[in-house]
């Protein structure tokens, strides 16, 4: 995974790559080449569901495209972070 620096109150933390134990990757059940990608989508679709990550950050994280994120929030019936805002200005856009 990239690395990720974020700044609080001038502590700087960095993470790029999250270590799990040699137990728990070989608890998941997927073949090994494909373990990493589904660590990415559960933690993307996790992260976006509790509201910790934006719906195109989360996307990022997923690998996934607008259009295949979109498809795997809706297989997992994820609500959608939706506001009045965004509604303004999709009615906007739709009228142009």
Request: hydrophobic share 40%.
């Amino acid at each position: 995974m990239g690395e990720v620096t974020k700044c609080y109150a001038n502590q700087h933390i960095s993470m790029s790559s999250i270590d799990l134990p040699p137990d728990v990757l070989d608890a998941i059940a997927a073949p090994p080449e494909d373990r990493e990608s589904v660590v990415r989508t559960e933690l993307a679709v996790s992260l976006y569901r509790e509201g910790y990550l934006s719906f195109g950050k989360a996307r990022e994280l997923a690998g996934l495209s607008k259009a295949a994120f979109h498809r795997l929030l809706g297989d997992r019936e994820v609500a959608r972070h939706y506001t009045e805002a965004d509604l303004a200005l999709d009615i906007e856009y739709a009228k142009e």
